[in-house]
C-alpha cells in the first residue's frame, strides 16, 4: 500500500528531476568543476530522479527505487557541498549563504526517507 509520504517523496522526486531538463543550467553551476560533461550529467540524474520518483510508485519496482534513489542523494551530494562552498545560486533566487550549509543535511533526510521504502 502507497503511503502519503511515499506519494510525497516520488513526486518531490519527479518534479525535480523534470526541472533538470526544464532548466539546466542552474543545476550544471553547481557540478564541481572537476567532473566532466556538466550537461550530461545533470541530464542523467534527472532521469534518474525521474525514474527512481515513479519507481516507488509501482510496488514491484519500489525496493530497487529507493535504493537507486539513495545511491543518487550521495552521487549528487558533491554538487550539494559545491553549492554551498561556492556561494551558487540553484536559479534566479540567490539564497543566503548559511541556507546553502543549512541544506546539506537534508540529504541524510532524503537518504532515510528512501530507506523507508527499502
Request: net charge positive.
Amino acid at each position: 500500500m502507497l503511503t502519503i509520504l511515499q506519494w510525497v517523496l516520488a513526486g518531490f522526486m519527479i518534479f525535480a528531476g523534470v526541472m533538470h531538463f526544464v532548466s539546466p543550467k542552474g543545476f550544471e553551476r553547481i557540478v564541481p568543476k572537476a567532473l566532466p560533461a556538466p550537461r550530461m550529467l545533470v541530464y542523467v540524474s534527472g532521469f534518474f530522479e525521474i525514474a527512481g520518483g515513479v519507481g516507488l510508485l509501482v510496488p514491484l519496482t519500489q525496493r530497487s527505487a529507493a535504493w537507486g534513489l539513495i545511491a543518487l542523494f550521495v552521487a549528487v551530494f558533491p554538487a550539494n557541498l559545491n553549492m554551498a562552498k561556492n556561494d551558487i545560486p540553484l536559479g534566479k533566487t540567490k539564497l543566503p549563504r548559511w541556507a546553502h550549509w543549512v541544506r546539506l543535511p537534508l540529504q541524510g533526510v532524503l537518504i532515510a526517507w528512501a530507506w523507508l521504502y527499502t
